[in-house]
């Protein structure tokens, strides 16, 4: 039901430096702001892929409302709907659990291949809260991608201060996956409004 990439390289990742997007969350649905930040991250760094990693759970978030992975794997792949965005449960046959861990464990896995983790800029804001979240921007280039009311104070808060020195202006972004870590950028053109938060509370309402 899923394309998925494994640790051991298949479906056409065999194929050395390929510049891989990787997009983490719950997924608890998929929606068309997920897909808009990826076909965004494929066209404004230049790369070829984009995988959405589907958290079995996230640490961070409650157990309750959490639809099954299964569903949120499925619902995941028809909202992606393109050759270059993969859907996969890569944590769970990682062993993973923390984003550190699982970009650390690709990375000694697939050395060939040039990773940029992705994220909106909300997660910029809360990602100090994070394990090991400054492992995060050592391991592998970071874009974050604009949500609305987030830019301005994602970018005066703790984590934007702290790699403040590393920031690559937006013009430079199609070479980010190329920089030694910590690179980061930031994308402002991305605001879109939707959320998988907005979504559930449309259904319960509903």
């Not at 051991?8 to 430096?17: E, F, K, L, V």
Request: charged content about 20%; glycine content about 8%; aromatic content about 8%.
């Amino acid at each position: 039901m899923t394309d998925k990439p494994s640790a051991g390289c298949g479906n056409g990742t065999r194929r050395p430096g390929l510049k891989i997007g990787l997009l983490g969350g719950s997924f608890n649905p998929a929606h068309d702001g997920h897909r808009h930040i990826s076909l965004l991250a494929l066209k404004r760094l230049g790369l070829d892929q984009v995988w959405w990693l589907v958290s079995p759970q996230n640490p961070l978030k409650s157990t309750s409302g959490m639809a099954p992975l299964r569903q949120r794997l499925a619902d995941a792949q028809a909202t992606a709907n393109h050759p270059r965005i993969r859907v996969t449960d890569l944590e769970i046959r990682l062993g993973t659990r923390f984003t550190a861990d699982t970009l650390t464990t690709l990375r000694r896995r697939l050395p060939a291949h040039r990773f940029v983790w992705l994220m909106g800029a909300d997660n910029l804001t809360q990602i100090p809260a994070w394990k090991r979240w400054t492992d995060i921007f050592t391991t592998v280039p970071v874009a974050v991608f604009n949500r609305p009311d987030y830019g301005y104070r994602a970018l005066a808060g703790c984590a934007a201060a702290r790699f403040g020195p590393y920031r690559v202006k937006q013009q430079a972004a199609r070479d980010l996956a190329s920089l030694p870590p910590p690179a980061w950028t930031f994308v402002w053109e991305s605001d879109h409004p939707e959320s998988a938060t907005a979504i559930r509370g449309r259904a319960a309402r509903a």
